[in-house]
């Protein structure tokens, strides 16, 4: 059975930082791409990042560009997601999606609230 599993989200001041783990089990995670999505309130779940198999190539929305840095580590199955210079309009529930071709598996998602 599939699992992914995000953690670390939570509450931050604006200007602070987190950081997001996905936990990948039942899959064999070097061969996957990974991604994290948000959705806000009201709006439409957008891309964030993705990382390639390898960890070799990283993507990012532009409205993260610079300020939040996708990672993995496939020794631990885990992908990462670090959030620097965190602004109100973050705050979302965050997930990560593995892919390979034309499968994808989704996590439950973490939340991320962004206020003083």
């Known amino acids: 059975q599939v699992q992914l599993v995000e953690s670390g989200g939570g509450l931050v001041q604006p200007g602070g930082s987190l950081r997001l783990s996905c936990a990948v089990s039942?899959?064999?995670?070097?061969?996957?791409?990974m991604m994290w999505y948000r959705q806000a309130p009201g709006k439409e779940r957008e891309f964030v990042a993705t990382i390639s198999s390898a960890g070799r190539s990283t993507n990012y929305a532009d409205s993260v560009k610079g300020r939040f840095t996708i990672s993995r580590d496939n020794r631990k199955n885990t992908a990462y997601l670090q959030m620097n210079r965190l602004k109100p309009e973050d705050t979302a529930v965050y997930s990560c999606k593995a892919v390979q071709l034309s499968t994808q598996y989704w996590g439950q998602g973490t939340q991320v609230t962004v206020s003083s």
């Open positions: 039942g899959l064999t995670f070097s061969n996957y791409a």
